[in-house]
């Protein structure tokens, strides 16, 4: 049986879905990336998959270049002849979704963010809108990774009732990001920002904070992880950055690809972000690890906190809201953050766990007719992964 997964960056496929993946190889499928090349296009072949390099412009609003792109998947989708066909990104779910439909192929879209589609009204975002509404005719079903984005599709008209689904993010993985002692024990309490360098994330409210929590508490220590420069209209230069470090607010730790050292030297993981998030995966992994978590009361971010239990939920765009949520946490004992951060990792299991959102991709592929293994060949456990599975720097 042929699968196709269909992403606008072959990064993504491997750090993002290397479960399923390997789920997917050990079943016997045989797995196709279909994704532009990229450092990580090695890595899936390595592990059984054929990758397929697709040039795509993520960001770009050429019409000619998206028709093309849309050709070359017909094209594609025609001559592999897939069983299932799963996209990712906005680009392969509209444009792989017209394409899969011309290929008589079976289909799911999966958003993982809306991002500038809905947060802006200009002419591209009601464009993309138009064509999600022409494109989501095709899938089987159209997955969303909160709820919050699976109603705004439903308000607009976007997708019929019958097919939009709820995934509840796209799972992570409890054994790799297990619990650790701090590498370097210290007085120091420290919180983590873990995103791309953008103002969208709520960098910029972040470091408001910190100005305003270190005034009271100078052992109160503030990083920021994640690539600066990314091509992105909200993007934060290096220059700024270095900026923010003359000052001493915060200390910029750059990039890395495995983030598991650093979240365990962390006390609170952050993310203060205005941006439509999906589900944020730096916050899933930071609280599996068992670290309380700060974020804004907004879409995506929200389904990650039991605010008070797990972490504390506080409004976008309110730097003084944040440095109170950041002074509260100071001001708690190291149990009683110890105790949240653990309430968090439990949660995780419950609701958020890669177990159980692969066991979704499967019970789907078998509703539409893709033959899956025995359940006696089912895997029920994960062995260690490559630290490069997880350079969540880029969330």
């Avoid at 019409?63 to 392969?92: M, Q």
């Avoid at 983030?259 to 972000?273: E, N, T």
Wanted: glycine share 6%; charged share 20%; hydrophobic share 45%.
């Amino acid at each position: 049986m042929k699968i196709i997964l269909t992403s606008n960056t072959a990064w993504s496929l491997f750090n993002f879905r290397f479960g399923l993946i390997q789920q997917l190889l050990k079943k016997g499928f045989h797995v196709i990336i279909v994704a532009p090349q990229d450092e990580f296009s090695a890595k899936l072949q390595t592990m059984g998959c054929q990758v397929i390099d697709l040039p795509m412009s993520a960001k770009g609003v050429n019409p000619l270049e998206d028709l093309l792109l849309i050709w070359r998947l017909y094209t594609l989708y025609r001559s592999l002849r897939p069983d299932f066909v799963i996209h990712y990104t906005i680009k392969p779910n509209i444009y792989g979704s017209i394409a899969a439909k011309l290929a008589g192929k079976q289909c799911i879209s999966i958003t993982t963010g809306l991002g500038y589609t809905f947060v802006n009204d200009n002419w591209v975002a009601k464009t993309a809108r138009c064509l999600y509404k022409l494109a989501f005719r095709s899938p089987n079903e159209v997955w969303f990774l909160n709820e919050d984005d699976r109603q705004i599709f439903l308000q607009h008209g976007l997708v019929d009732a019958n097919r939009a689904v709820l995934l509840h993010g796209e799972g992570v993985d409890m054994a790799h990001f297990a619990p650790r002692t701090k590498p370097v024990p210290d007085d120091k309490i420290r919180f983590l920002l873990i995103a791309r360098m953008l103002w969208d994330k709520g960098v910029g409210e972040y470091v408001e904070a910190a100005r305003i929590v270190r005034q009271q508490y100078p052992n109160a220590v503030f990083q920021l992880l994640g690539a600066c420069g990314v091509p992105n209209p909200s993007v934060i230069g290096r220059e700024q950055i270095a900026e923010w470090e003359q000052e001493g607010v915060v200390d910029y730790l750059g990039t890395t690809n495995d983030v598991r050292p650093i979240i365990a030297q962390a006390d609170c993981v952050v993310l203060p972000s205005f941006y439509r998030e999906g589900v944020p995966r730096t916050l899933m992994e930071a609280a599996a690890m068992a670290k309380p978590l700060i974020t804004t009361d907004n879409v995506g971010c929200r389904d990650v906190v039991r605010n008070g239990e797990t972490g504390l939920l506080c409004p976008v765009k309110d730097a003084q809201a944040l440095a109170d949520s950041c002074l509260k946490m100071m001001t708690m004992s190291a149990a009683q953050r110890n105790a949240m951060g653990q309430a968090g990792r439990q949660f995780m299991a419950d609701a958020f766990a890669e177990q159980k959102v692969i066991a979704q991709y499967m019970v789907t592929l078998a509703r539409y007719g893709v033959e899956i293994a025995p359940a006696s060949q089912a895997i029920t456990d994960y062995t260690e992964l490559p630290a490069s599975r997880a350079p969540t720097h880029q969330g």
